[in-house]
């Protein structure tokens, strides 16, 4: 099995998801009444403590496969920014506004950018430096670089 | 949530020869964009019976997904012969990285539309208690599907389209689908429970 000695990227992550959850079941809660937002300030504000550090290990991390994680993520991030626009709008269509309006949105951003990096952390921590699949996504062969 | 519990495809150092296969079905794309802009177009309306129907048929098909996939077809797999498995996960996984995130985007972006015309998200409402229990259902679903199984679904993919798959990898990824099955089916069984009880007031 080809994996390399990593930070534990993927369990930081279910905690950082569990957090921002956790604070988006808390203000929908509350709705549509005055919504207390102490808390999920604080777990948004753990999540994104927990994001930044995943990004900046795995940033730092030796022997780690960047260009595969890169090809991986792009993709994942466009997918899931189209999800969370669409969140985004019906928060705003529903008249979400102020404070809410801006834990949510962090929080999506938070979820736009988590679930990629974990895709592309999965994906490339089993696939030595140097093996980039290319174009995986349209099915061309496996490539050295 | 996007993903089912579906067992290894161990593959063999010197397994033969395997047809090409996309990772995501670019077809497939023009579909989920289809569906995509027809939820917008029924969140914006704002009437009940699109938002119904979204939020019906996607839950429906979400729910049937998760257990079919996860407790009928995955030991039927399990119990297939390898080169079948592989053929199988090869041609079945591709297409739910596209039908499962859109499924279930359909069902949350439409149900909370329909929760705020229908009232039933307000914290007022006779049976609020249930509606946040279902948030807490869909948020262990998400958690379990985002962070641990999409992934993993993604990486055994990219791992079979190698030239030569290694079964060590693809066995270790799978075991996060079979931890979390039982998890994912007792989140769907409540989920029913849950909607049940929600429409019949």
């Excluded at chain 1, 203000?27 to 403590?49: E, K, M, R, T, Y």
């Excluded at chain 2, 992934?151 to 066995?171: M, S």
Aim: charged share 10%.
């Amino acid at each position: 099995m080809s994996e390399q000695r990593l930070p534990p990227v993927t369990e930081l992550g279910v905690v950082s998801m569990a957090l921002i959850v956790t604070g988006g079941i808390t203000i929908a809660a509350q709705l549509p009444g005055d919504v207390a937002l102490g808390l999920p300030v604080a777990l948004l504000a753990a999540s994104a403590l927990i994001m930044v550090w995943n990004v900046v290990s795995l940033a730092r991390a030796p022997g780690f496969n960047r260009p595969l994680f890169f090809e991986v993520a792009r993709w994942a991030l466009l997918a899931y920014c189209v999800i969370a626009g669409i969140l985004e709008w019906v928060f705003v269509k529903d008249g979400t506004r102020g404070g809410v309006l801006v834990v949510l949105t962090l929080s999506l951003v938070v979820f736009a950018v988590h679930v990629p990096l974990l895709i592309g952390f999965t994906v490339a921590r089993f696939q030595p430096v140097g093996v980039r699949p290319t174009s995986q996504i349209d099915g061309a062969a496996e490539a050295t670089v | 949530m996007t993903d089912v519990a579906l067992p290894a495809p161990a593959v063999a150092p010197d397994a033969p020869a395997r047809a090409d296969f996309q990772i995501v079905p670019l077809r497939g794309l023009p579909v989920v964009g289809a569906v995509l802009v027809a939820l917008v177009v029924a969140i914006a309306s704002n009437r009940l019976w699109p938002l119904e129907f979204f939020h019906v048929a996607a839950g429906g098909l979400w729910t049937s997904f998760d257990l079919f996939l996860g407790f009928v077809l995955g030991p039927i797999i399990g119990r297939m012969a390898v080169p079948a498995r592989i053929d199988l996960t090869t041609k079945l996984m591709p297409k739910l990285l596209l039908i499962m995130p859109t499924i279930v985007t359909c069902t949350l972006a439409s149900g909370w539309q329909l929760g705020r015309l229908l009232g039933t998200i307000d914290s007022g409402y006779a049976n609020h208690s249930w509606i946040v229990a279902s948030y807490i259902v869909v948020g262990v679903m998400a958690v379990i599907a985002l962070a641990v199984l999409e992934p993993a679904n993604v990486a055994v993919l990219f791992e079979l389209k190698k030239p030569r798959p290694d079964p060590a990898v693809i066995g270790r990824l799978m075991k996060r689908f079979i931890y979390t099955a039982g998890i994912t089916g007792a989140m769907q069984v409540a989920t029913l429970v849950i909607m049940t009880k929600v429409a019949t007031g």
